[in-house]
């Protein structure tokens, strides 16, 4: 038991190395600080029912400490350590419960992956400067915040006039904070020094679409040119209509099929949210072939793979209809990032909302980088899809950009 423990101890180094330093507030060179850790995927059901942690420093009385908010089903539990006790619970978290880990630092996004056997892959993500808020998290700190009137958020029924959120709302203010929160991350990696071309595929009510809008243009002060794109023209009305009394020229609705929008021949960021089954694919196969600075997708109702999935060893699972429909749509976005990687783009699939609020709470995060694994990807990619017997439609769309990767990979095999 001693050497499986120092086994396992020995695997998590990695994470180890990474945490070092982050507690306390950073080195005394001015190294990476912590900004907010949130653990999750459980390694096995726990009989305290924990499904996930989140890790943030606050300052209680004066000192630098670390809270611990471990969600129980309904219930948030807390637990405030001493950083250097904070650190250790941490590593004590990833090798006993969890075997996920977003590890947000002043610097950069670390997404952390560990095996059943305790394998550890950790992806890294350069991110604008941030800094730790040292609250006590009595009010939650966010980008658009509590107190201050926002003109389109108090016209959706979001805030009242004096910029109070209304109670019906709060979930959907948490959902444009945390939308917020991942734009402001990839704001370094937009092109500098002109007018950026944004378009949202299947913007609906808009509200994503208008906080988008207000963040880049009057917080960040960028010149913008967005365009919704949606097929019911009674939306679109209303959206156009919105925009026009917040005198937001800049942002513009048109009544649309993604698949056949051909307004822009170039734009920067392409936003997807829950457009659903392969129109999800439709937009990220025009953003590809945009070279799209940034992807930004919430994808919906994937049920594609579901009438493709075909695997005897997996019929323990795929035999059950919800369970089936459920790894349908997990597979379908893994497929989705895979396929982005090898196209030449970072990829991370993030929680966009708590699970509790909506079960389409994940965003696939793009950004254009380089294609130095894109070989390897390829081969992992062909043996996944063969496994599972699947074509999807995001292969086929993009045949022409992936069959050289793919010829290449092949001829690796042989």
Not at 78 to 99: D, G
Not at 182 to 189: A, F, K, N, Y
Not at 386 to 406: G, H, I, M, N, W
Request: proline share 4%.
């Amino acid at each position: 038991m001693e050497t499986e423990t120092h086994n396992i101890q020995e695997e998590l180094r990695p994470i180890r190395e990474l945490l070092s330093g982050l507690f306390g507030g950073g080195s005394d060179s001015g190294g990476p600080a912590l900004v907010q850790a949130v653990l999750s995927q459980v390694r096995r059901s726990e009989p305290n029912g924990i499904t996930k942690a989140t890790v943030k420093p606050v300052e209680l009385k004066g000192r630098l400490i670390y809270q611990f908010s471990f969600q129980q089903g309904p219930k948030v539990l807390h637990e405030n350590l001493e950083p250097a006790a904070a650190e250790a619970r941490c590593m004590e978290l990833f090798s006993t419960l969890f075997r996920q880990g977003l590890i947000r630092t002043t610097e950069a996004e670390h997404q952390i992956l560990i095996s059943k056997k305790f394998k550890v892959n950790i992806k890294t993500v350069k991110t604008a400067a941030a800094k730790p808020v040292l609250t006590h998290n009595r009010k939650k700190n966010y980008v658009l915040e509590e107190g201050v009137p926002v003109p389109f958020l108090v016209e959706l029924g979001i805030m009242n006039a004096q910029g109070k959120v209304l109670a019906p709302k709060y979930d959907k203010f948490r959902q444009i904070n945390r939308f917020l929160e991942m734009i402001r991350d990839v704001v370094p990696s937009l092109p500098k020094g002109r007018t950026l071309n944004i378009v949202d595929f299947g913007c609906g009510k808009s509200y994503l679409t208008f906080a988008m809008y207000y963040y880049l243009k009057e917080i960040e002060g960028l010149d913008l040119n967005v365009i919704g794109l949606d097929l019911k023209e009674d939306v679109i009305t209303h959206c156009s209509a919105l925009a026009a009394t917040f005198g937001y020229s800049d942002l513009k609705f048109l009544v649309g099929d993604i698949s056949k929008y051909n307004g822009l021949t170039e734009v920067d960021m392409v936003v997807t949210l829950h457009a659903c089954d392969t129109a999800t694919d439709a937009a990220l196969e025009k953003a590809v072939r945009w070279n799209a600075s940034v992807i930004l997708s919430v994808p919906c109702c994937q049920h594609e793979l579901f009438s493709q999935i075909q695997n005897e060893t997996l019929s323990t699972m795929l035999d059950h209809g919800i369970i089936k429909e459920r790894f349908a749509a997990l597979a379908t976005d893994s497929i989705r990032a895979q396929l982005l990687e090898i196209v030449g783009y970072r990829t991370q699939i993030l929680e966009f909302i708590d699970l509790e609020h909506t079960p389409k709470n994940l965003l696939i995060r793009a950004v254009k980088g380089d294609s130095k694994n894109a070989d390897k990807l390829a081969r992992s990619y062909r043996e996944f899809v063969s496994f599972l017997q699947a074509k999807p439609y995001l292969e086929r769309a993009l045949e022409d950009r992936l069959a050289p990767v793919f010829s290449r990979a092949a001829a690796w095999e042989q």
